[in-house]
């Protein structure tokens, strides 16, 4: 069982914005650097996000990283039906995974 | 193009053995952590075990302690996971990944591993 929390699911329609929080302690996420992953069915994860809030090359500027004290949010703007997956926050605290989002678009 | 890919799933009896292979190309292997992250069907990611560039330091999730170890060669660029007395909770798909700045920046197409009577 993970010991960061996601909502299970956000949708919102094409061209509008979601947010995904991932809340952890003081032990994970507030002593440590966050990662965003983003997993289509049947396939690997993918890193969307390292370092809190920096993007790896190739990854568009519509995906968003920060962190505030124990939580961590990625944001998505301009939602496409491209972006239907699951995303899964991580932190190192030996490495630990959060629960996991839908995103649906609507 | 950097490339893992992760093999020697399969269907194995509960309390048996299973090897895991990783081969990794176009990058130095040898400078790089290395993981291994699993998948249970329909579950979340779970990290269970990461090795050192030498391999001199390895680290495990507590569930997999005394049963799963983790090892490289890097003459092969190739990462391991000898896994024993499997259990049915140890059903999922292996990925492994390469660690880089805090985070797993490449990732296998991942193995998997069935533990059923």
Request: hydrophobic share 30%.
């Amino acid at each position: 069982q993970s010991v960061l929390t996601q909502p299970p699911s956000v949708s919102a329609a094409p061209g509008q914005m979601v947010t995904i929080s991932c809340s952890g302690s003081s032990s994970n996420i507030g002593n440590s650097h966050v990662s965003w992953y983003q997993q289509f069915p049947g396939t690997a994860p993918k890193l969307l996000i390292y370092d809190n809030n920096k993007r790896p090359s190739g990854i568009p500027d519509r995906f968003s990283g920060s962190k505030s004290g124990t939580s961590a949010t990625l944001g998505i703007t301009g939602l496409q039906t491209g972006d239907e997956a699951d995303y899964y926050c991580g932190t190192w605290n030996g490495m630990v995974f959060g629960t996991g989002t839908k995103v649906t678009v609507l | 193009e950097v490339q893992l890919v992760d093999s020697g799933g399969g269907l194995v009896q509960p309390g048996g053995s299973l090897r895991l292979s990783c081969e990794a190309s176009a990058f130095t292997f040898s400078q790089y952590w290395m993981s291994w992250v699993r998948q249970a069907p329909g579950k979340g990611l779970e990290w269970v075990a990461n090795i050192k560039p030498d391999g001199s330091d390895k680290n495990y999730v507590d569930s997999v302690k005394g049963r799963f170890t983790i090892s490289r060669d890097n003459a092969k660029n190739s990462l391991y996971l000898q896994m024993n007395s499997l259990r049915v909770e140890d059903t999922a798909v292996y990925y492994c990944g390469r660690e880089s700045a805090w985070a797993f920046d490449y990732w296998g197409q991942g193995t998997l591993v069935t533990v059923s009577s």
